[in-house]
Each structure stands twice: as C-alpha cells, then as structure tokens.
C-alpha cells in the first residue's frame, strides 16, 4: 500500500510539473504529411514556406500564435471567415473557400507541430 501511495505522489508531481508538455502530442506522419500539401495548396502564398510569412501574410511560426494567445478556434475562425488586419500592416485575411472542417483540423495540427518544432511552446 505505502508503495502504492508513493507511486500515485511521484506521478502527480510528473503531471502537474509539466501541463503543456503533458497535453501536446505529436501527430503522426501521415496527418503531417497531409496538413503540409493542404497548408501549400492554401496558406503558403502569404503564410511563407513553413508558416515563415511573406509580404502578403504573417508568419504563423510566432509568438503571437502560441496556443495560449491565438487558441485553435482562433485558427477555425481565420479560415471559414476570414481575419480583420489587427496586429500586423498586411490588410485583411479573406476567407479560404474550398477547405473542408476535417482538412482545418488537420491544418492546424500541421502548423502547432511546426510552431513547436521551433519552441513556440
Ligand atoms: C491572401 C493571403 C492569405 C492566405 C491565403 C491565408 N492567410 Fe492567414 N492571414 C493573412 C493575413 C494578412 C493575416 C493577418 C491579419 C492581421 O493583421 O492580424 C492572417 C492571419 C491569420 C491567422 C491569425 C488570425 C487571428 O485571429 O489573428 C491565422 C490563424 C491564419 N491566418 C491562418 C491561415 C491558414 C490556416 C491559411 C490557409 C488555409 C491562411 N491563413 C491563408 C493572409 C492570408
């Protein structure tokens, strides 16, 4: 029992020491692979290659866009509406046309795995 007691300590210390570590978990190479053709078909003309921006667009691989700043819904949002110009001098994002909700999630998976690569978070 004390063994047990010690066990369940030791891995709730594990868990509360690291939340956000604990939470990410690399997608597999196939939905990277997937999220990478969708992300040049549609956001690398102004996102830049690997979310490095260009002059049309922001560079998504940015503080600005950590998680805790621009949540996964933010990303939804930026696609199906579009996004008003507010932190960068670029004008407006319009809205992507042709991209289906599953094709969105699997984005958004491609671009944090490319952000936390670059230890955005
Ligand atoms: C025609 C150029 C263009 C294309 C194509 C484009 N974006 Fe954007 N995007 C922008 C600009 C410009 C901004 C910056 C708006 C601002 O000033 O905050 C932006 C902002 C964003 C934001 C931040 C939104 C917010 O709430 O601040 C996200 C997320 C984003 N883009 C994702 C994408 C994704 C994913 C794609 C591909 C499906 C894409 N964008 C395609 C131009 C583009």
Redesign the pocket.
Known sequence: MRKIAAIMIFASFVITASPLQAEYAAPDAETLKKGELL?KH??L???GEKGSGTE???P?VHKI?HPNH?SDM??R???QRG?R????T?????K?DG?SDDEIEV?IKY?RNLQKEAGIF
């Open positions: 992300y549609s956001c003309k102004c996102h049309s667009g922001p998504l866009y621009h933010s990303f949002w930026a696609v996004a110009s507010h932190h960068w670029f004008g407006n994002m319009p992507i991209v984005l671009i």
